[in-house]
């Protein structure tokens, strides 16, 4: 099993002291959480004041992109790496991070929890994943991009929102029945509010145009590729069952910001704080059990070759 391999390589870097050195920096994370609203603000300032067309059309991706990079910073919270104090994880995280994406930091972390325990058990929380036919890879190419297309678009997202109205939130909660139809009030509180003052200021079509519109299309894409990279299409004899995928700074702005391509080395380790994931990386390459054991893909066109190798 995955979690009888992690436990073997984890042990290789016990005692060591390396892992000590690796702490939760206030400071880092509270740039990236600025860098990455700066980011969003300035695509949406460039296009609003240029009323050119192509230039709208770039902004959807990064702006899509850096969505996802909230979403990874706030992934960094449920584990606790984000900050040090553990009030800084929660509500901070969920008005900066989680209620613009529709999430909820605590809600995640208890599902997320479960993954990592029971990582491709029946237990893991990603497990019913595998039963929808867009995850049953290898795919052919005609699928793959067809898919992509719909999630471009936005059909996938109206599809999977009104088969959901009625459904959990979270993949695979154990707690379906009770929590199909609880209210998170604080967010739906900040919810209604940002929408008044939306409706009162006038903002509402710059709020479709430059959140809607990329939140159910472009980072829809990058939700798919992230889910699909992490632990589909990985040769069984792979103890892992878990890939890291190289990159080059393009492919990590656009497709997977915050480093979350090491997903080996945050199963292995996920104590340790997205910043440091690449050095562990190259840490870990010097263990034999990590190599034998471990995926590595190179860039967005060798997973595609993977997914799609029929």
């Not at 460039?46 to 979403?71: K, Q």
């Not at 049953?136 to 109206?158: E, R």
């Not at 154990?174 to 739906?188: G, M």
């Not at 990590?252 to 690449?278: G, I, K, S, T, W």
Request: some cysteine; charged content about 20%; overall charge positive.
């Amino acid at each position: 099993m995955a979690n009888s391999k992690f436990a073997k390589v984890r042990k290789e870097l016990k005692g060591s002291g390396y892992l000590d050195d690796l702490e939760t920096s206030d400071i880092y994370s509270a740039l990236m959480i600025l860098g990455d609203w700066t980011i969003i603000a300035m695509a949406i300032a460039v296009s609003y004041y240029t009323e050119n067309i192509a230039i709208y059309l770039l902004s959807i991706p990064v702006i899509g992109a850096r969505m996802m990079a909230l979403g990874v910073l706030m992934h960094e919270a449920s584990h606790g790496n984000l900050f040090k104090k553990a009030a800084l994880n929660g509500p901070l995280t969920n008005l900066l991070l989680a209620w613009p994406l529709g999430r909820n930091v605590t809600d995640y972390k208890n599902v997320h929890r479960q993954h990592h325990q029971y990582l491709k058990q029946e237990s893991d929380t990603e497990k019913p994943l595998e039963a929808y036919h867009e995850f049953q890879f290898p795919l052919s190419k005609k699928k793959w991009y067809t898919i992509l297309l719909s999630d471009i678009i936005g059909i996938n997202y109206l599809k999977y929102r009104l088969s959901k109205v009625f459904s959990r939130s979270e993949i695979g909660s154990a707690e379906s029945d009770k929590s199909r139809f609880t209210i998170n009030r604080p967010q739906v509180y900040t919810t209604l509010i940002a929408i008044a003052v939306l409706i009162i200021s006038g903002f509402w079509q710059e709020f479709l145009l430059f959140w809607l519109i990329p939140y159910c299309t472009w980072f829809q894409v990058l939700l798919r590729l992230h889910a699909s990279s992490e632990h589909f299409a990985i040769p069984t004899k792979t103890g892992f069952q878990t890939r890291t995928l190289k990159i080059n700074p393009i492919e990590a702005f656009f497709f997977f910001p915050h480093h979350m391509n090491y997903h080996c080395e945050h199963h292995l380790y996920p104590q340790v704080p997205f910043r440091y994931l690449p050095e562990l990386h190259m840490r870990l390459l010097e263990e034999v059990n990590y190599q034998s054991n471990t995926h590595l893909t190179h860039g967005i066109k060798g997973l595609f070759t993977e997914l799609t190798n029929v």
